[in-house]
């Protein structure tokens, strides 16, 4: 890795280079909040199935 961060900087190319590192960071953060994301609603979606169930159990006593 150090020789092509080396390479980069002696043809002068440190733009490209700060680019490509953010743009890897934000493809990084954005993996990461789009696994959690569905996790959660993974999460939500099993909350809802034991409700309806509680509700399939429980409801119809009146």
Do not use: C, P
Not at 8 to 16: F, P, T, Y
Request: hydrophobic fraction near 50%.
């Amino acid at each position: 890795m150090s020789d092509l961060t080396t390479l980069i900087a002696e043809r002068g190319d440190l733009a490209h280079l700060a680019l490509f590192l953010w743009a890897s960071g934000a493809s990084t953060l954005l993996w990461y909040a789009l696994r959690e994301l569905t996790a959660a609603n993974q999460r939500f979606d099993a909350f809802v199935r034991e409700l309806a169930r509680f509700n399939r159990r429980f409801g119809r006593e009146r």
